[in-house]
């Protein structure tokens, strides 16, 4: 192969390679020229005097402009007429190589009305470098504007109701440790409350107006964070050193990945006074329900003890067992006050030590029935005042009874005392298996003034009794007790 003939293979390589070059080169026009077709941001060429060179279809879209309309015209068109300078500036920024990235303005479209975009505009050079033109891209953030000014309405009608809310409201991080950190949001009312500018507060944390320099705030942060809420009562100190009482709603949540507690306190200075207040009366109450039963048990003894004294004087059997009946009656009520007077709760007693102090008195006096035994089946069961009365009195009745007419002949014998709560239903009982009640005699009808009193009685507590004859005689009696306001105060 000869010189000549190498130097044509030679040439053929150049040129196939020269036009693999241009076809790579118009390939990549061809995208690059696609990319601007199909994007959706408006694209225009511009030279340096602000003439538009080239319009893509979006800019079609977004101005409002065709093709064959904008180009050759000054950019300018696209502009307010209030911010025709706007133009110059740009154009001056890209004569000195400058770029404008993501500048947001506004634009005049063909009909007028004004199109929200983020502009940027970089500069255009030739092969040697020199600065020809500019493109410029520019996307329609109108919905963008509209969502911003609506987010915008929203955190004004929010700061509004934030800074306008009754009770302090404090917003704060969590520290890795698990304390609280620097308040990052506090309203009008916070600071009203504790005397310190916002920006003072944000420079601070709970436990920075926490009386207890905020030991009480790390134990409810570990229940906070553990439940997700929590709700206590603290101590706030003001930059002048008042303490105000508050409560303290607070719960956690996350905010952009971090922990936050809102906490919303509430002054409770009025609350505090008014349970003040109202414990001192209570306790005035108290002291004076508690004079009250002791003097209406000092009463019903000397009642008690006037009817003893009257019945030494008394000759007839009937009418002395009569006096005695009522004393020990009396004695029976004065029990009861003088067990609440003794009383932690001066509207109930436990009826169950009632029981066991009352039947113990009734068999001291009947001192002559020493062989009859006691069994009391009692627990601790708190009764209203207005049970225990007449429950009293029914107790009084049926164990006197057993004891004067059960046993007869000096028989022996047991007596029986049952009283117990079985969900909301009381059971009280006594039986004894003396020699029982007469067949013949009907207990509701019978002119007995003991039995037609605990008839009475237990119609009063609107409960019901039975009678039951085997193995000598019981009576069951089973109520419910209502609830009752508190008559005694």
């Not at 180009?71 to 190589?97: C, F, H, Q, R």
């Not at 705030?217 to 964070?225: A, E, R, S």
């Not at 303290?248 to 003040?276: P, Q, W, Y």
């Not at 909301?424 to 067949?439: A, K, Q, R």
Request: overall charge negative.
């Amino acid at each position: 192969m000869n010189h000549q003939d190498l130097s044509q293979e030679e040439s053929s390589k150049l040129l196939e390679e020269k036009d693999r070059k241009l076809q790579e080169t118009e390939k990549e026009l061809d995208y690059l020229k696609s990319i601007v077709e199909h994007t959706e941001d408006a694209i225009a060429g511009i030279d340096l005097d602000g003439t538009i060179l080239t319009w893509n279809p979006a800019a079609e879209d977004i101005y409002g402009y065709t093709a064959s309309e904008a180009v050759g015209n000054s950019v300018t068109m696209l502009i307010p007429p209030y911010n025709t300078d706007e133009i110059s500036l740009i154009l001056a920024w890209i004569k000195s190589g400058e770029r404008v990235t993501h500048y947001e303005t506004l634009r005049r479209r063909k009909d007028g009305s004004l199109v929200s975009v983020s502009l940027s505009v970089s500069p255009i050079k030739d092969n040697t470098g020199q600065i020809v033109g500019a493109s410029s891209i520019a996307r329609d953030i109108t919905d963008d504007k509209k969502m911003e000014l609506q987010l915008e309405k929203s955190e004004e009608k929010f700061r509004a109701v934030f800074n306008n809310a009754n009770d302090a409201i404090f917003l704060h991080p969590v520290g890795n440790d698990g304390k609280p950190g620097k308040f990052t949001e506090v309203n009008d009312v916070a600071c009203q409350r504790l005397g310190y500018s916002r920006e003072e507060l944000l420079e601070m944390s709970p436990e920075d107006i926490e009386t207890d320099h905020g030991k009480k705030i790390f134990i409810y942060m570990k229940i906070i964070q553990s439940e997700g809420t929590s709700t206590f009562e603290s101590i706030q100190l003001t930059r002048s050193g008042l303490h105000i009482p508050v409560e303290i709603n607070s719960h956690i949540f996350n905010l952009r990945g971090e922990k936050m507690v809102l906490s919303i306190a509430r002054d409770i200075t009025r609350r505090k006074e008014t349970e003040a207040q109202i414990r001192k009366s209570l306790k005035e109450k108290e002291l004076l329900l508690k004079e009250i039963h002791h003097r209406v048990k000092n009463n019903l003894n000397v009642i008690s003890s006037l009817l003893n004294l009257q019945s030494k004087y008394i000759k007839d059997k009937a009418a002395l067992a009569v006096f005695q009946e009522s004393q020990r009656r009396a004695r029976s009520m004065a029990l009861i006050h003088k067990m609440l007077y003794q009383s932690i709760d001066l509207k109930c007693i436990n009826f169950g030590d009632y029981i066991k102090t009352l039947t113990m008195e009734l068999f001291r006096t009947y001192s002559t029935h020493d062989q009859i035994q006691l069994d009391l089946e009692v627990g601790d069961v708190l009764l209203d005042i207005n049970t225990a009365v007449p429950l009293g009195l029914i107790v009084n009745e049926l164990v006197s009874n057993s004891l004067k007419h059960g046993f007869p002949d000096n028989q022996e014998g047991n007596i029986t005392v049952t009283f117990k709560k079985i969900d909301e239903m009381y059971y009280f009982s006594v039986c004894d298996n003396g020699v029982g009640f007469p067949e013949d005699l009907d207990f509701k009808k019978t002119n007995s003034l003991g039995m037609r009193l605990v008839n009475t009685l237990v119609d009063q507590i609107d409960g019901t009794i039975e009678l039951k004859r085997e193995n000598g005689t019981c009576f069951n009696i089973k109520f419910t007790e209502e609830e009752f306001s508190d008559l005694s105060l």
